[in-house]
């Protein structure tokens, strides 16, 4: 469809504020020198975005320019989502028409210090598709070739694709915690993040217990492949629960949830000398008895997204390691119509209906999300566990 631009149209989440997001027609964009023009047909919500709609804006920019991206809301939402390749722009190597690829989202310039040094997570001039500029929850969007990892390859399909950003963010997790084969290390909240994170610790050969107060996410981690669950109690520390459990503290605890309590309980949990990696983010500052690090020598670290070179293709590689595929995190794809009914208000107010929650720009109605074509998949590329641990 052409609009008054006389440019096609497209279908889009557009974020103007909070709990104000519209279902809005917009030219498809064009991609500019090193940029590919991407068809998505599956992207995916997480809490950052449920919080931009529930209390924004936060991070994403409204009624001022971005200081990096210089983009002025209002604006696509969507950080999390793979396409297929339907136009490149000048400067573009690697990447032909029809691949599927999966976005990091997050653009850095490779040329700074931070980039250089292999940080480029921490890149000077680093913004974030769906949150500083336009995302992917529309039928098209525009992302630097740089940011994008081809995987049809590996056999993923679109849902596939979706899911190798949060898998990065996870596995970037459990590299911060140095985790080797056979430590114990313990998943506080099996969520969009925690999930994947067990399954990537789990694959690494150490033994994990995943702790969560909803039965089903903990029978969903048991598919993962952890080696114990353990059921939380509202209101109480898990940390006798967990020593009981595993039989003594354990090398490593993954902080998931950002609750207030759940840095000291896993302080209470982790062995001398053990690692304590802090993913969720609460919204309050946290107080805690720096006693309890230093006597300990507790290394207590966080973990910011995810580096593309480092990350991104061994992320990819685990999302194609499980044959059954994903479709107990994420079992269904939305409609756009459907994304705040079904997909941001239920996150918003605590009670997601699933781990993973996929939206489908071009559907009418849900539809049941797939993940991975495990018949198809190269195995020969699954590299993640050779260097899961390295720095």
Same mark, same amino acid.
């Given at each position: 469809?052409?609009?008054?631009?006389?440019?096609?149209?497209?279908?889009?989440?557009?974020?103007?504020?909070?709990?104000?997001?519209?279902?809005?027609?917009?030219?498809?964009?064009?991609?500019?020198?090193?940029?590919?023009?991407?068809?998505?047909?599956?992207?995916?919500?997480?809490?950052?975005?449920?919080?931009?709609?529930?209390?924004?804006?936060?991070?994403?920019?409204?009624?001022? +320019?971005?200081?990096?991206?210089?983009?002025?809301?209002?604006?696509?939402?969507?950080?999390?989502?793979?396409?297929?390749?339907?136009?490149?722009?000048?400067?573009?190597?690697?990447?032909?028409?029809?691949?599927?690829?999966?976005?990091?989202?997050?653009?850095?310039?490779?040329?700074?210090?931070?980039?250089?040094?292999?940080?480029?997570?921490?890149?000077?001039?680093?913004?974030?598709?769906?949150?500083?500029?336009?995302?992917?929850?529309?039928?098209?969007?525009?992302?630097?070739?740089?940011?994008?990892?081809?995987?049809?390859?590996?056999?993923?399909?679109?849902?596939?694709?979706?899911?190798?950003?949060? !898998?990065?963010?996870?596995?970037?997790?459990?590299?911060?915690?140095?985790?080797? +084969?056979?430590?114990?290390?313990?998943?506080?909240?099996?969520?969009?993040?925690?999930?994947?994170?067990?399954?990537?610790?789990?694959?690494?050969?150490?033994?994990?217990?995943?702790?969560?107060?909803?039965?089903?996410?903990?029978?969903?981690?048991?598919?993962?492949?952890?080696?114990?669950?353990?059921?939380?109690?509202?209101?109480?520390?898990?940390?006798?629960?967990?020593?009981?459990?595993?039989?003594?503290?354990?090398?490593?605890?993954?902080?998931?949830?950002?609750?207030?309590?759940?840095?000291?309980?896993?302080?209470? !949990?982790?062995?001398?000398?053990?690692?304590?990696?802090?993913?969720?983010?609460?919204?309050?500052?946290?107080?805690?008895?720096?006693?309890?690090?230093?006597?300990?020598?507790?290394?207590?670290?966080?973990?910011?997204?995810?580096?593309?070179?480092?990350?991104?293709?061994?992320?990819?590689?685990?999302?194609?390691?499980?044959?059954?595929?994903?479709?107990?995190?994420?079992?269904?794809?939305?409609?756009?119509?459907?994304?705040?009914?079904?997909?941001?208000?239920? !996150?918003?107010?605590?009670?997601?209906?699933?781990?993973?929650?996929?939206?489908? +720009?071009?559907?009418?109605?849900?539809?049941?999300?797939?993940?991975?074509?495990?018949?198809?998949?190269?195995?020969?590329?699954?590299?993640?566990?050779?260097?899961?641990?390295?720095?």
């Amino acid at each position: 469809m052409l609009g008054r631009s006389g440019r096609a149209q497209m279908r889009a989440a557009v974020y103007h504020g909070a709990r104000d997001i519209r279902i809005e027609s917009l030219p498809v964009p064009i991609p500019g020198p090193g940029e590919l023009l991407l068809e998505v047909h599956s992207s995916g919500i997480c809490g950052t975005d449920a919080l931009e709609w529930d209390g924004g804006p936060i991070l994403t920019p409204v009624d001022e +320019p971005h200081p990096v991206s210089g983009h002025r809301g209002p604006t696509i939402l969507g950080h999390e989502f793979g396409g297929r390749v339907v136009d490149l722009g000048p400067e573009v190597e690697g990447f032909g028409a029809g691949d599927l690829v999966a976005c990091v989202a997050g653009i850095s310039c490779g040329a700074c210090a931070a980039c250089m040094a292999g940080t480029s997570n921490f890149c000077d001039t680093y913004f974030t598709l769906g949150i500083d500029a336009h995302g992917g929850l529309a039928r098209y969007v525009v992302a630097g070739s740089a940011a994008c990892l081809e995987v049809g390859r590996l056999g993923l399909d679109d849902d596939g694709a979706a899911l190798v950003q949060p !898998m990065s963010v996870a596995l970037h997790a459990v590299r911060q915690g140095r985790l080797r +084969p056979g430590e114990t290390a313990v998943v506080l909240g099996v969520g969009g993040v925690g999930a994947f994170l067990a399954y990537a610790a789990a694959q690494l050969g150490a033994e994990v217990l995943a702790v969560d107060l909803d039965p089903a996410r903990l029978a969903v981690a048991e598919a993962l492949g952890v080696s114990a669950v353990l059921r939380a109690v509202p209101g109480s520390s898990p940390a006798s629960g967990v020593l009981g459990r595993a039989g003594s503290p354990v090398s490593v605890v993954y902080e998931v949830t950002g609750a207030p309590a759940a840095l000291a309980a896993a302080l209470d !949990m982790v062995r001398p000398r053990g690692r304590v990696v802090q993913v969720g983010l609460g919204a309050d500052p946290v107080s805690i008895d720096m006693r309890r690090i230093t006597l300990r020598e507790t290394r207590l670290v966080g973990t910011r997204a995810q580096v593309f070179e480092a990350d991104f293709a061994d992320a990819a590689s685990l999302i194609a390691s499980r044959p059954e595929g994903w479709s107990d995190v994420a079992p269904i794809a939305l409609p756009l119509d459907q994304l705040v009914s079904d997909g941001l208000l239920p !996150m918003a107010e605590g009670r997601p209906e699933r781990i993973k929650t996929l939206i489908d +720009p071009w559907a009418t109605s849900i539809r049941p999300a797939s993940g991975a074509r495990a018949g198809s998949i190269d195995r020969s590329s699954h590299r993640a566990l050779e260097r899961v641990i390295a720095e």
